[in-house]
């Protein structure tokens, strides 16, 4: 079955500075590939998401990179703000369109 | 739509207890899912509906955890009886399997039991 595994478990960066954090999935057929925030005491929710026909997905300060042949994915943020710290949690699907879970970031913004 | 609904929001029960946890998906989602989040093992998946049938429920601890889904605007998810190391924060989520895939989440009970 799908496994999926996320880097690091904790990061920290200044404000202003970007972040990355990274996936690796196990299944190949996995055709889906969501990023969670959850923000303390909130429930998680959805901030971008690609699909296996793309490479690339940006949307403002977030961006998405998908590489198929190495199974991993990213989650780029540029210009971190203090609103940006939270955990994230990135997932992809399996062939029951089920969202297989990475154990999450948590993401620390330093002012 | 006021988007996937829980009850209760918050739950404090002793140890022995009957504890019932309710949900109501997005109107029109096919898919409902039953999340455990807790600091140690992070959001785990318990059981999985699709079109009101269990799926997958692999995730269920044990025999004390049960989940039904009696029609495709609720579902429950009961532990009998309950104990303290199923203290976390349950979440309920749904989606439409098969084309938007996103996974909207309730707001959680947060289930304490002493």
């Known amino acids: 079955g799908e496994n999926v595994e996320q880097h690091p478990s904790t990061l920290s960066v200044q404000e202003g500075d970007s972040a990355v954090i990274k996936c690796t999935y196990s299944?190949?057929?996995?055709?889906?590939f969501p990023w969670y925030k959850q923000e303390l005491g909130k429930r998680p929710q959805l901030i971008i998401d690609?699909?296996?026909n793309v490479g690339e997905k940006k949307d403002q300060r977030i961006a998405v990179t998908l590489n198929k042949t190495a199974k991993h994915f990213s989650l780029h943020i540029t210009e971190t703000q203090p609103e940006d710290s939270a955990v994230y949690f990135c997932a992809a699907t399996d062939s029951n369109y089920q969202l297989i879970w990475g154990a999450g970031t948590k993401l620390i913004i330093k002012p | 739509d006021a988007g996937v609904i829980q009850s209760p929001r918050h739950e404090v029960t002793e140890m022995g207890q009957e504890v019932t946890l309710r949900c109501k998906p997005i109107?029109?989602?096919?898919?409902l899912f039953w999340y455990r989040q807790t600091m140690m093992r992070g959001l785990e998946l318990l059981i999985y509906?699709?079109?009101?049938?269990?799926?997958?429920d692999s995730g269920m601890p044990e025999d004390r955890f049960s989940a039904k889904m009696p029609n495709a605007s609720f579902s429950t998810l009961k532990i009998q009886p309950s104990e303290p190391r199923d203290s976390a924060v349950y979440f309920c989520?749904?989606?439409?399997?098969?084309?938007?895939?996103?996974?909207?989440f309730g707001q959680g009970t947060r289930l304490t039991v002493v």
């Open positions: 690609i699909r296996s």
């Open positions: 109107s029109g989602h096919n898919s």
């Open positions: 509906f699709n079109n009101n049938v269990p799926i997958d």
């Open positions: 989520a749904s989606s439409y399997q098969g084309r938007d895939t996103e996974a909207f």
């Open positions: 299944d190949s057929a996995s055709n889906y």
